[in-house]
């Protein structure tokens, strides 16, 4: 019983996100309006001129229809100025029914909801994604970082505008929803249950705050990471369960200053996250994830730097410890992560030489 609750549920809120999104009350009511029309025809033959149900439906359909064809029995005075009424009545319900179907056939409406659709279920097979929150500025430079890393991103936006722009200038497609990021639903409409990290950067604090306190309640597993405009905001957000929260504007502000005092440190830092005309690339590996026969191996013996031409800057210890330019003797631990350095190519030639092979992890 409480399964099939859940079920019934989920589906309601499924259908209520569907009717939102689609704007389906203007079809819908279109449909209720041609169906009274239908019935004030039938109801009014049937009154006025006591037809029975057959000829009373008859006698609609040819009016609504404008077919022209006779009349089934003489029509009263009244019946007359029932049926005149009643057609003046058709040809504006008519018009507002074609203008609406318009729309949904010709301008895209009924294109938009089937790619909607479409972008739905694929959301539904996501896991272990990020959830982006924002597709301003911020938003579109950490999905774009995202992809980059071969994640798998759904965005959240309430101005639908962006994100066609976005897609407009991409050559992907966008797995979105489309909606407020503060609300459950369209949290769970994102799959929040199975995301394994979400990025906040709506413009308000406040939001991002509610966004925080939303998605550490319905996945208390997940990653948080949030925009803060004020430094106030800062304590907030890590009261409402984020795990990070960045500064757009502050950093900004540092980074402008080190320019002038340190100069060639800032140029090294810009070829790390990709913005100076070499880039480098930092990457992550734990060691559980390594292959079998290097695990218990010292950093020496590893030999990474031969082989691959990549550098290990540092490692995190199981314990929290950070350890810089880690001694070559060195043997990590089993939940060890190493943190290396290097080109493209270089971070790929690491992944390829020292990661599990996907059958072997999963084994």
């Known amino acids: 019983m409480p399964e099939s609750k859940s079920n019934s549920s989920g589906a309601l809120r499924y259908v209520r996100a569907i009717w939102h999104r689609f704007n389906l009350s203007r079809f819908v009511g279109a449909l209720v309006l041609t169906a009274s029309s239908f019935a004030v025809g039938i109801g009014g033959f049937m009154w006025i001129e006591k037809f029975n149900f ?4 008859y006698m609609t359909m040819i009016t609504v229809s404008t077919v022209g064809f006779g009349e089934l029995h003489p029509m009263s005075p009244a019946g007359r100025v029932f049926v005149s009424l009643y057609i003046f009545f058709n040809l504006l319900m008519l018009a507002y029914l074609l203008s609406v179907l318009t729309t ?14 479409k972008n739905d279920q694929e959301i539904r097979r996501f896991e272990n994604h990020v959830i982006v ?3 301003g500025r911020n938003g579109q430079k950490a999905y774009h970082e995202l992809r980059a890393s071969g994640a798998q991103v759904v965005v959240v936006e309430q101005n639908d ?7 407009e200038d991409s050559s992907e497609a966008i797995a979105s929803v489309i909606g407020d990021a503060t609300l459950d639903e369209t949290m769970r409409g994102a799959g929040i249950a199975r995301a394994r990290a979400i990025i906040t950067a709506l413009p308000k604090d406040a939001d991002n705050v509610f966004v925080a306190l939303t998605a550490r309640e319905l ?22 369960g984020a795990d990070s929260v960045v500064m757009p504007d502050e950093i ?7 320019l002038v005092m340190r100069p060639e440190v800032i140029r090294f830092l810009d070829m790390i996250s990709g913005l100076g005309p070499r880039k480098l690339r930092l990457e992550e590996l734990s060691t559980s ?12 013996d590893l030999n990474v730097r031969s082989r691959t031409g990549a550098t290990v800057i540092g490692l995190k210890r199981h314990d929290g410890e950070l350890v810089v330019s880690p001694s070559a003797d060195l043997i990590p631990g089993p939940s060890d992560v190493f943190l290396f350095l290097g080109t493209d190519e270089q971070i790929t030639t690491v992944l390829n030489q020292f990661r599990k092979e996907a059958g072997e992890s999963k084994r």
């Open 54 to 57: 057959i000829d009373a439906f």
């Open 252 to 258: 900004g502000g540092s980074h402008m200053a080190n």
């Open 104 to 117: 949904y056939i010709f301008d895209g409406g009924l294109r938009n909801m089937f790619a909607m659709l």
């Open 133 to 135: 929150c924002g597709f």
């Open 219 to 240: 996945n208390p597993h997940i990653t948080i990471i949030a925009r803060a405009s004020l430094k106030s905001s800062e304590t907030k957000l890590l009261r409402a």
């Open 161 to 167: 505008s962006l994100l066609k722009d976005a897609v």
């Open 289 to 300: 994830e390594m292959r079998q026969e290097l695990q218990g191996l010292s950093i020496r």
